[in-house]
């Protein structure tokens, strides 16, 4: 089964600086993606499994898609994530 891969030490200090409270929920995302980045969380999955505040979920979705790491849309009850691929010109 293939995962989205987690992402570069860049990508962790990017958000350790600029916006630290929405790390767990970007590793969350990081977590269910699939091997193209993409998922689905509804409502219910934030608020019940996750035990998160859908309030504070959507607002670090949105401070984490102001530093270019994913785009995001409402659908229905939920948001739809695509997590931004980074090139690592070094590799």
Request: hydrophobic share 35%; proline share 1%.
């Amino acid at each position: 089964m293939d995962f989205y891969h987690i992402t570069s030490q860049e990508i962790l200090e990017r958000i350790s600086r600029h916006c630290p409270e929405a790390l767990s929920t970007y590793l969350n995302c990081v977590n269910r993606a699939d091997k193209e980045g993409t998922f689905f969380f509804s409502r219910d999955l934030i608020q019940v499994e996750m035990s998160e505040s859908w309030t504070k979920f959507r607002n670090d979705i949105k401070k984490l898609s102001l530093e270019n790491l994913l785009e995001w849309h409402y659908i229905d009850q939920g948001i739809s994530i695509t997590l931004m691929a980074i090139d690592n010109e070094d590799e």
